[in-house]
């Protein structure tokens, strides 16, 4: 009786992203959730109630500290963190992971500059954690006011798909390619 015993694929790499890569990728994620989750439970909730507010507040000032750390992510990425081997796959699919975790930086950045832009549009105070407040310069209008808050929400809304396939891509090579891509970025994952 012959039996064929089917290969498993190797992780293509022992290689692990940085630690600080690590922690901001984390940090993100965390953020991205938290400030998306909070703006959509306040969006079911009555105008002026004190729990609308208190989630509003917190979605801006999260939002303030989120800006600093994604500015921080960003720096890491293009200047400090350690280079990879390219992750296994097709060209297409090294392609489509390249665009989609770039894409996901360019939405995240602008995300942040639109949010900013949005409050200062509102002519509402952008304070942060209840400790300061920034100036409030007047210079949007009403249209642009109404612009930046549709462009807000939905570049959130697409924020969250993105990141749901960039994390079911992760899955898929995870578990059904066992190619030992996502190893990369889990913290405390052995190779």
């Known amino acids: 009786m012959n039996l064929q015993t089917r290969s498993v694929p190797q992780p293509q790499s022992d290689a692990r992203y940085d630690r600080t890569t690590i922690v901001l990728h984390w940090i993100v994620v965390v953020f991205v959730i938290g400030l998306y989750a909070a703006a959509i439970i306040w969006g079911e909730l009555p105008r002026g109630t004190p729990m609308r507010k208190l989630l509003q507040a917190l979605h801006i000032s999260f939002g303030l500290l989120f800006i600093v750390v994604l500015a921080w992510r960003v720096y890491w990425r293009l200047f400090r963190r350690r ?3 390219a992750a296994s796959g097709t060209a297409a699919q090294r392609l489509a992971a ?3 975790q770039n894409g996901l930086y360019v939405m995240l950045v602008a995300q942040a500059v639109i949010g900013v832009c949005w409050r ?3 002519q509402e105070p952008l304070a942060f954690f209840w400790m300061f407040e920034f100036p409030e310069p007047q210079i ?3 249209a642009t ?3 930046l808050g549709v462009a807000h929400e939905y570049l959130g809304h697409a924020i969250i798909i993105v990141a749901g396939v960039h994390a079911l891509a992760g899955l898929y090579r995870h578990f059904v390619l066992k190619d030992g891509v996502m190893r990369r970025i889990l913290p405390g994952a052995s190779s």
């Open 83 to 85: 280079k990879l081997p």
């Open 98 to 100: 390249a665009v989609v």
């Open 120 to 122: 200062i549009a509102q």
């Open 140 to 142: 949007f209008d009403k």
């Open 145 to 147: 006011k109404q612009l």
